[in-house]
């Protein structure tokens, strides 16, 4: 007779972080969470019943015994999709994938951190490899905590190690901005589309991601994003969700009625490709074309953003917690330590105009 403590009761749930169905199961007294990797409740029955079938037949997988590839799999189509920057993630998993291939999780070591590390410092910096080894590092804690799988994260000992010996160095802060000619001269260089998205860029502070994905109308309730040309703002959902009203300026309304009397006849974005009614996905290149032509130093669509703050803290007053509102920082002193740079040139000038 099969012994009452020994047999497993499971369901199905939507998990919070994740669109698929996930199993849940009690078995002696214990909970076991495995993702279904289905949207269908359905079929996430039918693997429910398979794996409760391993469980009790002892042959499911724990998490020590998984490999990277497997863990990379759910980390993109359980993790990633849940995040608004995702190009991050999925650059470093391209450059991670060559190296941690095949590998047991636990079985990857300092050793093998250490490989990666030397190659990859022969083709980029520093700063880039972090990144590379924070998507690591969060692959593994989401191993730890969504998937409840029973791994220890080698990345952060490994990488405080390094960093006592001097590696690893992030770069100091960016601090590029347009000042009032650099402005101009990347306005008249460029035209149409790109030209209005930069304008309301430099009027508005939006982040780049926020920018492309804004809409005219409201286009997801959940995480707004959208145009409000009869109150002059825009409502918009930033990092960790946190929402903040823009208002706009002269020059961003300008943009934003233009583009309304050309909008598409079904694409819901305010910046679109016209040939396919869709989001443009690469403006990193149509921005360095822009610079060139204009032949000032290169910039960037965050250097754009910080343009607008800079503007926003020097040319017209605001205080540090007004533009932290308006750029959606998630507290005042993020911006103190973006904006602190401003404090130093203005004592560099205070003290040249002293010294004539």
Known sequence: MENAEERTVASVYKHKLSKNWWGRAYRNGKEIRVSLRTTSKVEANKRLAQWIYDLDNGSYQTGCNYTYDQLAELFITEYIPTLKEQRRYVTSLRMLTPYFK??????????????????????????????????????YGFAQINLEWDINNPVLVWKKQQQNKGKLKESPPRTRYLNHHEQELLIEATH????????????????????????????DNKKPN????????????????????????????????????????????????????????????????????????????????????????????????????LLGHSSVRVTQERYAFLEEDKVHDKLLKTGE
């Open 102 to 139: 095949g590998k047991k999780l636990d079985e990857i070591s300092g050793a093998d951190l250490w490989a990666y590390y030397s190659a990859r410092i022969l083709e980029c910096k520093e700063p880039t490899i972090n990144r590379d080894l924070a998507c690591l590092s969060s692959m």
């Open 226 to 325: 959208h145009v409000d040309l009869y109150n002059s703002r825009l409502i918009i959902t930033g990092k960790g969700d946190k929402q903040r009203k823009v208002p706009l300026l002269p020059e961003a309304k300008e943009v934003l009625e233009r583009a309304r009397q050309v909008r598409h006849i079904t694409s819901p974005y305010v910046f679109f490709n016209p040939s396919t009614g869709t989001r443009f996905k690469d403006r990193k290149r149509g921005m360095d074309g822009a610079v060139e032509r204009a032949k000032i130093q290169r910039i960037t669509w965050h250097d754009v953003r910080r343009t607008y703050g800079c503007r926003m803290l020097n040319d017209r007053k605001l205080t540090m917690q007004e533009v932290s509102l």
């Open 192 to 219: 149409g589309t790109f030209r209005d998205a930069l304008i309301l860029c430099l009027y508005t502070g939006l982040r780049a991601d926020e920018l492309w994905a804004l809409t005219h109308d409201p286009y």
